[in-house]
């Protein structure tokens, strides 16, 4: 098994210019994004005063891709975890969290496995639209985190994506359609 890299160590300056200490260069929220979504953990502090700002980096991503429209989180989660801080169930969540999440990535590893260890499954009709499907519905269900996912290229844009998907589930449809017949 491979070693696990350390977390990144990145470094908030008074100007709140934020520097990677690996690449001895200034980096973006959206960088810190890529190198989170490429699998790579981060730990963001402050240089002055030493603290450790990674949870509000971290929360101030997601709060970014919210506003731009790339929802994860239905409104009912977001409700929820607001009156999680009111309640006395604050301390459960975050280990609901962890755990429902950590469960979400071994059930997808699983299912990934038993995909490419069966021959016969890339020989069914439609198989590889249902494996696109897939794969962007994991991508919409992480926000696109981390490689371990199987996210699609990194180089293809959402809509591109998208009609890709709309393209392969027609393509499906059809086939189903002379398979009825």
Known sequence: MAEKLKPLLIKRYASRRLYNTETSDYVTLEDISGFIREGRDVQIVDLKSGDDLTRQYLLQIVAEHESRGESVLPINVLTDLVR????????????????????FRESHNKWAESVSSNPMMPK?????????QQEA?????????????????ADTGEEEDLDAIKKQLAELQSKLSKIEK
């Open 124 to 132: 069914i009709p439609g198989f590889e639209a249902m494996q696109a």
């Open 84 to 103: 999680s801080y009111t309640t006395t169930a604050t301390s459960a969540v975050p280990q609901f969290l962890a755990a429902s999440f950590e469960a």
């Open 137 to 153: 519905f994991l991508k919409a269900m992480t926000g696109g985190m981390g490689n371990q996912w199987s996210a699609p290229d």
